[in-house]
């Protein structure tokens, strides 16, 4: 049977769907379903040994062009797959200087999902709310697995788009009673509390030193330029202080001092990612301490380093990407939500490539008889 026309869950339905089923229950549904698919795509722990089953989802290394003309830009391309179900792509852009140049976002992108059996294109998702969703929810994820428990203030570095969403997955994961703010942008630092929409009295701006003196979760959401990093001293964070690095994604580009990574457990999200562009720049191979798969598939060891001061280097991942295209085609289905529209040049007859064209069209291709 030939397959339904590919959906299109432009930015209308991805707000038809968060409307039908809430902000807080779909950062929980990614949340679910990342725990899921990195839990698949991770190793066992190392003891007792054991034949592992072959992954149910995996990913390329991501790959892409570094723009240096008009201005800095990184346009980025980043696959995955699970196994007999999507092929995803997620094309992505970073451009720090969009939000005042351009009224548009740093981080814009537009994720596709092919059917694996046929290499149909399913669905195209607008992949800029979805990658703001899937960072917080790892971030989220990393910290239910970290954080010292009864941990409830929360410390943002950076009041951009991508701190509103770390606010919300945070939410879902720790108990706040506080939320302590800074940027160097002061617009953004007075409008955060707003743009969150939070309760009255949660968010408070304070100096970068109080935010680093107090707070139990701290997380960096910076555009910090290449080589400019870091944004935070470090020497003051409490002893069993959990840190969410989010800015770092491209060479050079670090948010931390190298002494608190060094004095942290640092928990990539993928090791060879982060060793290419987020903070486990600044390290050897040995400083570097397990990778979120691989502390999802360890019970044991989270345990051991609860308490203890942690670093989650988050450089993002086509996982995360291949959850979220998924999630929302399957939501944009659930509440009927998006637009079918015919992408792919097909017809009746899979072996007659101009099936879709006018038949006088396709007879112009002869020269005219000479007469």
Not at 143 to 152: K, N, Q
Not at 195 to 222: I, K, W
Not at 231 to 251: C, E, F, K, Y
Request: proline share 9%.
């Amino acid at each position: 049977m030939k397959p339904d026309p590919t959906l299109v869950v432009d930015a209308a339905a991805v707000a038809t769907i968060v409307g039908e089923i809430g902000i807080g229950p779909l950062y929980d549904l990614a949340i679910e379903r990342l725990t899921e698919v990195l839990t698949s795509a991770g190793p066992a722990p190392a003891a007792p040994p054991a034949p592992s089953p072959p992954a149910s989802a995996e990913m390329k290394a991501r790959d892409g062009f570094l723009l240096t003309a008009p201005r800095l830009g990184l346009l980025e391309w980043m696959p995955a797959v699970r196994h007999g179900a999507t092929v995803s792509m997620k094309l992505v852009g970073y451009h720090p200087h969009n939000p005042v140049k351009n009224q548009l976002p740093t981080i814009l992108s537009t994720l596709l999902a092919f059917d694996v059996d046929s290499g149909h294109l399913r669905a195209i998702v607008d992949g800029t709310f979805a990658t703001a969703v899937r960072t917080g929810a790892a971030s989220a994820l990393a910290t239910r697995m970290l954080a010292r428990p009864g941990g409830s203030v929360l410390g943002l570095v950076g009041c951009g788009a991508q701190a509103v969403t770390q606010l919300h997955a945070l939410a879902r994961v720790l108990p706040m009673t506080e939320v302590l703010v800074c940027d160097s942008d002061i617009r953004a630092e007075t409008t955060f509390a707003a743009r969150a929409r939070v309760p009255e009295g949660l968010v408070r701006v304070a100096e970068r030193a109080e935010v680093e003196e107090r707070a139990d979760v701290l997380c960096t959401a910076t555009s910090v330029a290449p080589a400019q990093g870091p944004v935070i001293q470090g020497t003051a964070l409490r002893p069993w202080a959990h840190i969410n690095a989010v800015g770092s994604d491209m060479p050079g580009k670090t948010e931390l001092p190298v002494d608190l990574l060094r004095h942290a457990v640092v928990v990539p999200d993928h090791r060879e990612q982060a060793v290419a562009e987020g903070e486990c720049q600044q390290l050897r191979p040995d400083e570097i301490g397990p990778c979120l798969p691989e502390l999802l598939n360890d019970p044991g060891r989270q345990r051991e380093l609860r308490g203890l001061r942690t670093v989650y280097d988050s450089t993002g991942l086509a996982l995360q990407d291949l959850v979220m295209v998924e999630l929302l085609e399957e939501l944009a289905l659930d509440v009927g939500a998006g637009e079918r529209l015919v992408i792919e040049a097909t017809a009746h007859d899979p072996q007659d490539p101009y099936g879709f064209l006018p038949e006088s069209v396709t007879r112009a291709c002869w020269p005219a008889e000479e007469v």
